[in-house]
């Protein structure tokens, strides 16, 4: 029955009111459905871009690794066949030469590769970092004894410091922590021609730093943080100037971030740089754990 007095406007108004609630309904079920569809169609969209991108990553792993000794074992034998020829004496001033630039050739190529592998390793995931027991006098005389000779080869002055204050050990990990010295140490060297490199290894509250100095070209202030990312050098004339790829110091910055660590950088033009790496102190003394003493 139909009313045409106020009760009836309202019942229209209500069954109107219930059927408009119905058709949201309805409209907000099939949006729902549209939705939960799209989202399992990108679920599935994501899932497989993982998996291709594990793939891609699995690949490039098995490259890598196959690269690292198909390129890296015939560089070691040229580099040990140029060393026995170059001790064979008698061999001319130009024969010399020629047997030094290829050295030296074949030494940058194997860096290359070897930083090339590193950064890989380390932005992977694949970088373990396994701490051991170091003495700290230990790892300033192999610095000395491994790397001074790239600043005499250069006739640069080459100086270690322990600061008196530093415990007699430090639980780090040893290859990590190799990388960052000698990378660090190999770019003051190579970019400075006279005066000295200076390396500093000292405590710093909580801390401990290791701080390499030089008295070399120097880092512009705009450019000292771009310095830290891959392939990147202050500016191409350096790069044709003193060669390098520009992934050392990325490589020492991953690796300090790694540790817990960070790397600082302060600089002038033709005063040299400090390069300041600063990692949690962690120390024993020696006689604590004697089967974890290691030295670099």
């Known amino acids: 029955?139909?009313?045409?007095?106020?009760?009836?406007?309202?019942?229209?108004?209500?069954?109107q009111m219930a059927s408009n609630l119905q058709s949201a309904r309805d409209e907000l079920a099939t949006i729902n459905q549209e939705l939960e569809q799209r989202v399992q169609e990108r679920t599935a969209?994501?899932?497989?871009?993982?998996?291709?991108?594990?793939?891609?990553?699995?690949?490039?792993?098995?490259?890598?690794?196959?690269?690292?000794?198909?390129?890296r074992t015939p560089l070691n034998a040229i580099i040990g066949f140029q060393g026995v020829i170059e001790m064979s004496g008698e061999l001319g001033e130009r024969n010399?030469?020629?047997?030094?630039?290829?050295?030296v050739n074949a030494e940058r190529l194997l860096n290359l590769i070897?930083?090339?592998?590193?950064?890989?390793?380390?932005?992977?995931g694949r970088f373990e970092l396994i701490p051991t027991t170091l003495s700290v006098n230990s790892i300033a005389q192999n610095v000395r004894e491994q790397l001074g000779v790239l600043a005499e080869e250069k006739g640069l002055q080459m100086a270690v410091e322990v600061d008196?204050?530093?415990?007699?050990?430090?639980?780090?990990?040893?290859?990590?922590?190799?990388?960052?010295?000698?990378?660090?140490?190999s770019n003051a060297v190579k970019f400075t021609e006279e005066g000295e490199v200076r390396m500093i290894i000292r405590r710093d509250d909580s801390n401990w730093q290791v701080v390499v100095r030089d008295t070399g070209i120097g880092i512009p202030a705009h450019k000292q943080e771009v310095i830290f990312e891959r392939f990147r050098q202050v500016d191409g004339s350096s790069t044709r100037a003193y060669g390098g790829t520009g992934l050392g110091l990325a490589i020492v910055r991953q690796l300090a971030l790694a540790m817990g660590g960070t790397v600082q950088v302060?600089?002038?033009?033709?005063?040299?740089?400090?390069?300041?790496?600063?990692?949690?102190l962690m120390h024993e003394t020696l006689s604590q754990s004697p089967q974890e003493q290691s030295a670099l």
């Open 1 to 15: 029955l139909e009313r045409n007095d106020e009760i009836g406007e309202l019942a229209t108004a209500f069954n």
């Open 45 to 71: 969209e994501l899932q497989v871009a993982m998996k291709e991108a594990q793939e891609a990553s699995r690949l490039k792993d098995e490259f890598l690794a196959t690269m690292s000794h198909e390129l």
């Open 96 to 103: 010399s030469y020629l047997l030094k630039r290829l050295r």
């Open 114 to 124: 070897n930083d090339i592998l590193d950064i890989s390793r380390i932005e992977s």
């Open 164 to 185: 008196p204050n530093m415990p007699e050990a430090v639980v780090v990990d040893e290859e990590a922590l190799m990388k960052i010295i000698t990378n660090l140490i």
């Open 266 to 280: 302060r600089s002038e033009i033709d005063k040299g740089s400090e390069f300041t790496v600063t990692l949690p």
